[in-house]
Every structure is written in C-alpha cells, then in structure tokens.
C-alpha cells in the first residue's frame, strides 16, 4: 500500500509540473507572436511588454528547476521515471531561451522602429520563416503534451526547411546592402531577428528530441535519422 500511495504521488506531482511546463510553453509562444508583431508594426509598447514578460518566464524556471529537484530528491524516481524528469528539466531550458530569443526579436523591433530606419521590407524578408517556426514551436508543446513521438519525428525534419530558408534571407539581405548601403541598418537588424527565428526553430526541434527521448528510450541528438513518409525512423538490424 506504502508503494502504490508513493507511486500516485509522484504521477500527481509530475502531472503539476508538466502542466506548469505547458503553461510556460504558452508563455514563451506568446512572446514569440507579440514580438513579430512588434517587428511587423513597430508597436513600441507592446516590445517593452514583450521584455517585461521574459522576467515571468525566467521566474518560472527557477520554480520548475527547484520542483523538478525536489521530485527527484523525494520520489528517486526509478530510470523510466528518471528519464522523463530529466528531458523535462532540458525542456523547460529550452524554453525559458525561446524567451530570450523572442526578447531578442523585441528589442529589435523596438530599435528599428524607434530609429526609423525601415528602408527595407524587413518584416516580409522573414514572414515564411517565422511563420514556419511559429508553427513548429506549436506542434512541439503539443506533441510534448501528449507524448507524440511521431509528430515529433515530423517535427525534427522541418527543422532543415527553416535552417534553408534562413540561409536564403541572409544572401538576399548580403546582396540589398551591397547594392544600397542605405539598407545596411535595418538590413543588419533583420539578420538578427532572421537568427532569433531560427534559433527558436533549433530549441523546437530539441523538445521534439527529448519527446522521443521520453517515449522511446533513444537519444537522437546530433544524429540525422532517416524518415519514413509516415515520420518513423527505420529500425537498424543489429550484428
């Protein structure tokens, strides 16, 4: 009886920090659109909201870190359970740096407009790309929410779209300043906010990782598995 009360204890404690984890994850998603926003309108106020929020977000990974070391402490978790506190411990860092990156976006957005230094369509060099990223940071909360490891296959696949698309706006950007040193201001602010974006692609793709991680055991990091059409990775026969 001790063992089963001790079990369901560590599901409901694990459950509340999972959730607090999704409600992070809200957090940082939010950032990331207000501070696109920011970059497209030049919304002075809401960049300096954008920055203000990133102290909540950083609050609540140290709320997570303390939890998530409690848990283990109290609970010491079996290597199953082990696991999973493990991978949410590097997701919540992940996170709280989407954060950063979209204060990074912010503040940016804030400098350019304030200069008025708009002298290309700073916001269209990077509609796709963040709107790709938007999309994958979305899917990557939701397959952690549910443990999808599937969709976090398909997930890790779309990161080499995003990294492609970053690589053709720097060379577009390199050729505008070349062509019109007028454009090197505000095309130096939108490299940044173009690498914000793709970094924010890379901590996607690593929640994903740890999805897996979870689910199946294997740690694919720094690895290119190759993907089914249905996002599988095909097995490996061993010798």
Not at 73 to 90: E, H, Y
Request: net charge negative.
């Amino acid at each position: 009886m001790m063992g089963e009360h001790s079990s369901k204890q560590y599901d409901h404690d694990l459950e509340a920090i999972r959730s607090k984890v999704l409600l992070m994850g809200g957090m940082v998603e939010t950032q990331f659109l207000d501070a696109m926003t920011c970059f497209r309108i030049g919304n002075i106020e809401r960049a300096e909201r954008v920055m203000r929020e990133d102290d909540a977000v950083n609050q609540l990974e140290v709320q997570l870190d303390d939890q998530c070391s409690h848990l283990i402490v109290r609970r010491q978790p079996a290597a199953n359970d082990l696991r999973t506190i493990m991978a949410t411990i590097k997701v919540i860092t992940d996170l709280e740096r989407i954060g950063d990156e979209a204060t990074k976006i912010a503040r940016t957005a804030k400098s350019l407009h304030s200069r008025g230094a708009v002298t290309v369509n700073h916001y269209e060099m990077v509609r796709t790309i963040a709107t790709a990223t938007s999309d994958m940071l979305h899917d990557a909360l939701d397959a952690f929410a549910r443990n999808d490891h599937n969709q976090a296959l398909q997930l890790i696949a779309q990161d080499a779209v995003i990294d492609h698309e970053f690589r053709s706006i720097m060379r577009n950007l390199i050729t505008f300043m070349m062509e019109d040193p007028r454009t090197i201001s505000a095309a130096l602010d939108t490299m940044w906010v173009a690498k914000a974006i793709e970094r924010i692609g890379d901590h996607a793709k690593n929640i994903a990782e740890y999805v897996i991680y979870v689910v199946e055991g294997r740690d694919i990091r720094h690895s290119k598995p190759a993907l089914t059409a249905t996002g599988a990775v095909p097995e490996t026969k061993e010798d």
